[in-house]
């Protein structure tokens, strides 16, 4: 078993070492920008290497706005780079919490929520 695989980036083959991430490979092969921006076109690619922001967003295998930082790079995957396209609005609410004070606004366990948490329940009505 190699521990080299290769995939491609709008069709240009580009090989990279089992269990990075699509990110480190691309950078890891030179590439440090494969979107651009809306609005002035600026150049993004890997920002935060962590899944924090959305600067690394590409199309792997048909499936868009997926973050190369954590997509496992994986043996004939298809790459695509190209301007953002349209999130899923579904998708990223299901990720992000509602409004403070909204239900299922805190789903962290009782040991992670900040101090100040007991105010919020007297200015809120909510515990």
Do not use: K, Y
Request: aromatic letters at 4%; glycine letters at 12%; charged letters at 25%.
């Amino acid at each position: 078993m190699s521990d080299r695989l290769t995939f491609t980036l709008d069709g240009s083959p580009i090989t990279a070492a089992a269990g990075q991430s699509v990110g480190a490979a691309l950078t890891d092969a030179g590439i440090r920008s494969w979107r651009s921006t809306r609005h002035g076109e600026r150049p993004r690619g890997l920002f935060c290497g962590i899944g924090i922001c959305f600067d690394c967003l590409l199309t792997v295998d048909g499936r868009p706005n997926q973050r190369a930082c954590l997509v496992p790079v994986r043996e004939g995957m298809a790459l695509e780079s190209g301007r953002m396209r349209e999130v899923n609005e579904c998708a990223v609410a299901e990720r992000q919490p509602t409004a403070v004070g909204g239900e299922g606004a805190d789903v962290r366990p009782e040991s992670a929520r900040p101090a100040s948490d007991p105010i919020r329940g007297e200015v809120t009505g909510r515990e």
